[in-house]
């Protein structure tokens, strides 16, 4: 803050005694003081707060570094599971391989009836929820037949 000018101006025209000046002056030192004082103390506020979220980031950072080294010390035993599992897949897949390859051997064809089909479908082909297996050796006998019939409607003369 400065002094104020037309206080200035009348101690110069001899509007003001010298005294009141010097306390106008005073009176504006104090002021500044009290300003400097002011803006010390919300400046070491300021620095007080920033230490203590200075202290919190650390204490979090220091917490997430312990979480990851604790997330890598796992990772590493979760891809040792993920080796056994994979192996466990493996004989699984080799097993039910030998199990069924004899048992579909057999099969010759599946088929359902339109009635027992979900209300939806995937790219519009039905979803069975029952069917029926065809031996082999009678999906033969009801291919040929079906294909001499195809054949017969064919050739047919009406």
Known sequence: MRPDPTKKSALEW???EEEEWENHLEWVEAKNQGSIRKWEEDSMEWHRLLDGHT???RGIDTEHERL???WGAEL????ERAAEREAAYQ???ERQGRIFSRWGA????LYGEMKNTFSRSI???PIFHTFSILHLEDW???DAACRRESERMRDIEV
């Open 140 to 142: 033969e006998r009801v």
């Open 106 to 109: 057999d099969v010759g064809i």
């Open 14 to 16: 001899g509007d003001m």
């Open 123 to 125: 790219n519009g082909q």
């Open 55 to 57: 202290q919190i980031r």
């Open 76 to 79: 590493a035993l979760h891809q």
């Open 91 to 93: 004989e699984w897949v």
């Open 68 to 70: 990851i080294a604790a």
